[in-house]
């Protein structure tokens, strides 16, 4: 029983490490791409470069102009990020705390659109109506109305599972029911807000469809945009193309790495809070 239990170790050891390096190793391919000449990245291996290439992220950030969509990338990002969970924290307060047959449909038509798909034709329409179509402001909204729903149900389980007397003894001190939220109830969503807030930055800032379809003018082109048009470009030059990608995957990666722990802790807090 004992031997078979090691060979399931064993076996399920080897599959882990498989897993794991089918993932690790397109990553290290194009991190040592990125320092390579192109010649040397036309080999695709995983061999040292000779000489690391510094000057391929100069040249990425001159002709790919990656400062310009890295600040709009940056922008859609962040006021989509504040926008979002400024709102979806007031409407799940809102809805949590007074659950009435009204609010209840309400909450399950916003939690709706996780599920439900985009119509883009009747989106681009809108967008037109409005007039906000291939403009900043109008990203800025796509992402925010489109990150919502799960915003909401993260952040309404959080608030659901919070003793009523927090807002009791609010009033009792004579709070208003902004000041309750504002100073005593939203301190307390930090876990959850921050989790909500690392997991909208990531899927507005990797996002491809949206300024692809709402987004003409080349100066208001988010990072992931720009990456696809360099590499229509320079599809000859691997070199470039994973130094294009290594800029723009740095600032995910710190976000991730900053945010990871909220992520488990306000996923778990959410869970088992009584």
């Known amino acids: 029983m004992k031997v078979k239990n090691k060979i399931g170790a064993i076996l399920a050891n080897l599959i882990a490490i498989l897993v794991s390096a089918s993932m690790v190793v397109p990553l290290l391919l194009i991190l040592l791409n990125a320092f390579k000449t192109s010649g040397e990245a036309a080999a695709m291996n995983l061999t040292l470069p000779k000489v690391v290439q510094w000057s391929n992220f100069a040249v990425v950030i001159e002709r790919g102009k990656l400062i310009q969509s890295f600040m709009n990338s940056a922008i859609y990002s962040v006021f989509s990020v504040v926008l979002c969970i ?3 924290s007031v409407a799940s307060y809102a809805l949590a705390r007074n659950r009435s047959r009204v609010n209840k449909i309400i909450y399950y038509m916003i939690v709706l659109g996780i599920a439900l798909p985009i119509n883009f034709v009747t989106l681009l329409k809108t967008m037109q109506f409005l007039q906000i179509n291939d403009s900043r402001i109008g990203m800025v909204l796509i992402y925010a109305a489109t990150q919502m729903p799960f915003a909401v149900f ?3 389980s959080f608030i659901a599972k919070l003793p009523k007397e927090l807002d009791e003894a609010g ?48 100066d208001k082109w988010p990072m992931t945009l720009a990456v696809y048009n360099f590499f229509g470009m320079y599809f000859k030059d691997f070199n470039l193309i994973s130094a294009d990608i290594v800029l723009t995957s740095i600032p995910v990666v710190l976000v991730y790495l900053f945010g990871q722990k909220y992520i488990v802790g306000g996923m778990i807090s959410g869970a088992v809070k009584s």
């Open 86 to 88: 400024g709102l979806a």
């Open 171 to 218: 009033f009792i001190d004579g709070a208003t029911p902004v000041q309750l939220f504002t100073y005593i109830i939203f301190p307390v969503l930090k876990p959850v807000v921050v989790t909500a807030g690392v997991l909208t930055f990531l899927n507005t800032w990797n996002d491809f469809i949206f300024p692809l379809y709402f987004l003409n003018s080349s």
């Open 154 to 156: 993260l952040i309404y």
